[in-house]
Nanobody, 117 residues
């Protein structure tokens, strides 16, 4: 099992920045990649950014390219999402995902990000 704890969400004005953190514990040696997803009210959950555990490969949704940066600290078993130039449409609950061996997905509890116009 892998446990994930997210932090860093909050309320920010448009154009502002936030950094989300996701700390993993448990069977972290089994993690192959981690990422961030988000779900806005009335919408499906969408993939925002992912990073493999070596950090050699990243993915960004088109809507966040150039504004968000995903990074990881393997010593701390933590993944970060630096979000800049935030827009009201970025408002959502952000969920951390860790994929373990056997393609098992672990999810965090979610953290609310609200961007006011």
């Amino acid at each position: 099992q892998v446990q994930l704890v997210e932090s860093g969400g909050g309320l920010v004005q448009a154009g502002g920045s936030l950094r989300l953190s996701c700390a993993a514990s448990g069977r972290t040696f089994s993690i192959t990649y981690m990422g961030w997803f988000r779900q806005a009210p009335g919408k499906e959950r969408e993939k925002v950014a992912t990073i493999n555990w070596s950090g050699s490969s990243t993915y960004y949704a088109d809507s966040v390219k150039g504004r968000f940066t995903i990074s990881r600290d393997n010593d701390e078993n933590t993944v970060y999402l630096q979000m800049t130039s935030l827009r009201p449409e970025d408002t959502a609950i952000y969920y951390c995902l860790a994929r373990g061996s056997g393609s098992i997905n672990y999810w965090g509890q979610g953290t609310q990000v609200t961007v006011s116009s």
